[in-house]
C-alpha cells in the first residue's frame, strides 16, 4: 500500500538544505521562465538566492491567484470544543504537563458556540480539539459534526491522527476536511518536541493523509510548524508530500498553511526564526509551484502581515478567532491554545479585504448525500 513514509525515507535532511542554500539566482531565473515547475525549481524559489526576486515572485503569485481563484477569499472560522490532551508538545498551551483548567464541550455549549458563530454570517467553520481517544474519539467527532451540520455547509476537523474506517464514518455524516500538520519533517527533531503521547509516533502522523486520501476525504490541509526547524527545508518536504498525495489520490484537493510558533505561557523560542519576509517568500514560492492548491493563513499573524499577503497568494482565512474550548460565549476567560495576533473583528477584516480588491466569501460548498 503506498504511504509517503516511503517517499520520505529515500531522501536525506542535511543533502536537500545544501541543495537549497546551493541554489544561485541563474537557478531563480530559471524557475521564474519555467511553464512547468518542479520540486528543483520549488528549491530554488524558497532559497536565500531568491530574496533579490520577492517582488518579481509576489506580481507572479498575484496573477496566478487571481486567475485561478478571481478576487475571493474564502473565510473561515476554528472552533475549539476540548482541551484534554494527553500529548507533550513542547510549543501547545494545552500540553499535558501544563496546569490548566480542561475542558471538553457538551452538547448544549456546542449548540451555543455554533449558533452565536452562525449568527456572525460564517459558513466554513473548522472543529479543534486535543488528543484524548477515550473522551474525544471519533464517536464525540461524529455527534460534534452531527449537531453542527444543520448550521454551517462546510465542515472541517484539526483533531489527532484517526484510522481509515474512522474517518470514513465521519466523511459519511458531512465531514469536508482535515488539517493534520506535521509540525516537522525532520524525524530526530520531531521526536524532541513530542516526547510522549500517541503523538510520539511519527510514522502514524506522517502517513495520515495517506489514510485520508483511501477514506476519500474531499480537502487535506497540510504544514509545518515553523520555528521548529530550518522553515525551508520543512517547506520543501511539505511541497514534496503535497506532490506525493496530489498523485496517488487526485479527486482529493489540498491546502497549505504556513503557522509560525506562537508565544503562549512556559512556550519554547523558535530554533530557527522564519522572518515576515521570509514567508512573504514562501508563500508566493508555494503559488508558483502549484496554480491549484489552497494556501491559507490564520489569525496567528499579525494584521500588518495578513493585510499583505491575502493580495497575493492566500486563498483562506479565518477572523475573530478564540482558540479555547467555549471561546466565544461560553467560557470566554479561559487559557488559549496560543496568542492570536489579529484581534480585529469580523467586520473590520471583511472591510479591509473589500478594501483591497477582494471579496469575502462565507460559502463555496455544500454537502449533499
Ligand atoms: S499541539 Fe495538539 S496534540 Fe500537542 S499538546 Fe497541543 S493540543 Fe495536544
Known amino acids: 500500500m503506498s504511504n509517503f513514509n516511503n517517499v520520505l525515507n529515500k531522501y536525506d535532511w ?22 512547468k515547475r518542479t520540486l528543483e525549481d520549488f528549491k530554488a524559489l524558497i532559497s536565500p538566492a531568491a530574496k533579490p526576486y520577492i517582488e518579481q515572485m509576489a506580481q507572479i ?23 484534554v490532551c494527553y500529548n507533550m508538545c513542547t510549543y501547545c498551551g494545552f500540553s499535558y504537563g501544563n496546569k490548566i483548567e480542561r475542558r471538553t464541550l457538551t452538547d448544549d455549549e ?19 480539539t486535543g488528543e484524548a481517544n477515550a473522551k474525544v474519539g471519533v464517536d464525540y467527532f461524529e455527534n460534534a459534526i452531527r449537531l453542527a451540520k444543520p448550521y454551517f455547509s462546510n465542515i472541517s476537523i484539526e483533531v489527532q491522527p484517526l484510522k481509515q474506517h474512522e474517518y470514513e464514518q465521519l466523511i459519511n455524516v458531512g465531514l469536508y476536511a482535515v488539517l493534520v500538520y506535521q509540525e516537522t519533517y525532520n524525524k530526530n527533531e520531531y521526536k524532541k518536541h513530542h516526547p510522549q503521547g500517541r503523538k510520539s509516533n511519527f510514522e502514524f502522523r506522517l502517513e495520515t493523509p495517506d489514510r485520508l486520501g483511501r477514506a476519500g476525504i474531499h480537502k487535506i490541509g497540510l504544514g509545518a510548524l515553523y520555528g521548529l526547524e530550518d522553515w525551508r527545508v520543512d517547506s520543501f518536504f511539505t511541497a514534496l508530500h503535497l506532490k506525493y ?15 509560525r510558533l506562537r508565544p503562549f505561557s512556559g512556550g519554547i523560542q523558535p530554533k530557527l526564526e522564519m522572518t515576515d519576509s521570509d514567508l512573504v517568500q514562501l508563500i508566493c514560492a508555494y503559488r508558483l509551484l502549484d496554480e491549484d492548491v489552497e494556501l491559507s493563513v490564520s489569525t496567528r499573524e499579525n494584521q500588518i502581515i495578513r493585510d499583505n499577503i491575502t493580495q497575493f497568494g492566500i486563498t483562506s482565512m479565518s477572523a475573530e478567532s478564540k482558540t479555547n474550548p ?4 461560553v467560557y470566554p476567560q479561559s487559557l488559549e491554545q496560543f496568542e492570536v495576533s489579529d484581534d480585529r473583528t469580523l467586520e473590520e477584516i471583511a472591510e479591509k479585504l473589500k478594501e483591497n480588491g477582494l471579496e469575502p466569501v462565507w460559502k463555496d460548498w455544500e454537502y449533499f448525500k
Open 14 to 35: 542535511d543533502t536537500i538544505l545544501s541543495d537549497i542554500q546551493s541554489k544561485k539566482a541563474v537557478d531563480v531565473e530559471f524557475a521564474l521562465n519555467n511553464n
Open 61 to 83: 503569485s498575484r496573477r496566478l491567484t487571481r486567475k485561478r481563484f478571481g478576487n475571493t477569499m474564502q473565510m473561515y472560522v476554528p472552533m475549539y470544543l476540548s482541551n
Open 110 to 128: 456546542i449548540l451555543k458556540e455554533i449558533r452565536f458563530l452562525k449568527s456572525k454570517g460564517y459558513d466554513h467553520l473548522l472543529l479543534v
Open 245 to 259: 498525495l496530489q498523485k496517488t489520490y487526485w479527486r482529493t484537493r489540498y491546502s497549505i498553511s504556513f503557522p
Open 326 to 329: 467555549g471561546g466565544y460565549v
